[in-house]
T-cell receptor, first 111, second 114 residues
């Protein structure tokens, strides 16, 4: 079956630190991979996506590369800001009928 | 509308009562999804509507849960005889039905069963 495993939080970083949130997946076919972000009090927002192996999704300084050989889609940012404090969800979908989400990783960035 | 609208934003109900949660998707989005987010858990798929096709109800946890989508637009999720384990944030999302665009989520309805 399909599933997503992401690193457990919470993660606390100082401003300008490097961020990595690990995400690995299991899929029966060839899924598209996504990172969603949920800021406090808001709904989930699409952060970035990649639809095939070796694709790199990027947005707002965040990047993630679709690695088929390691079944991973790790989220990275070179220099985090306080405004990046949120919960981050890794997700996959093969058909668009259903997304499979990880449990979320809470990130707090302190000044 | 500009985004996915859900109402109410918060709902407290007594155990055993029925509740209805509403989702107003983005205009033109043909696909609509309901998810449940329990404390400390990921998002749990509940149901998916695509156009006029029969909905995918495979995620509904029990027959106390049902959903409908009228006129291909607004959707209502109904939970009958609520239980404390139903307490969660219920999220609605809509899309054009293509993976290219991902989903747009509403802010959710926080349901508390006391």
């Amino acid at each position: 079956g399909n599933s997503v495993t992401q690193m457990e939080g919470p993660v606390t970083l100082s401003e300008e630190a490097f961020l990595t949130i690990n995400c690995t997946y299991t899929a029966t076919g060839y899924p598209s991979l996504f990172w969603y972000v949920q800021y406090p009090g808001e709904g989930l927002q699409l952060l970035l996506k990649a639809t095939k192996a070796d694709d790199k999704g990027s947005n707002k300084g965040f990047e993630a590369t679709y690695r088929k050989e390691t079944t991973s889609f790790h989220l990275e940012k070179g220099s985090v800001q306080v405004s990046d404090s949120a919960v981050y969800f890794c997700a996959l979908s093969e058909s668009g009928n259903q997304f499979y989400f990880g449990t979320g990783t809470s990130l707090t960035v302190i000044p | 509308g500009a985004g996915v609208s859900q109402s109410p934003s918060n709902k407290v109900t007594e155990k055993g009562k029925d509740v209805e949660l509403r989702c107003d998707p983005i205009s033109g989005h043909t696909a609509l999804y309901w998810y449940r987010q329990s404390l400390g858990q990921g998002l749990e798929f509940l149901i998916y509507f695509q156009g006029n096709s029969a909905p995918d109800k495979s995620g509904l946890p029990s027959d106390r849960f049902s959903a409908e989508r009228t006129g291909g637009s607004v959707s209502t999720l109904t939970i009958q005889r609520t239980q404390q384990e139903d307490s969660a944030v219920y999220l609605c999302a809509s899309s054009f039905g293509s993976l290219t665009y991902g989903y747009t989520f509403g802010s959710g309805t926080r349901l508390t069963v006391v």
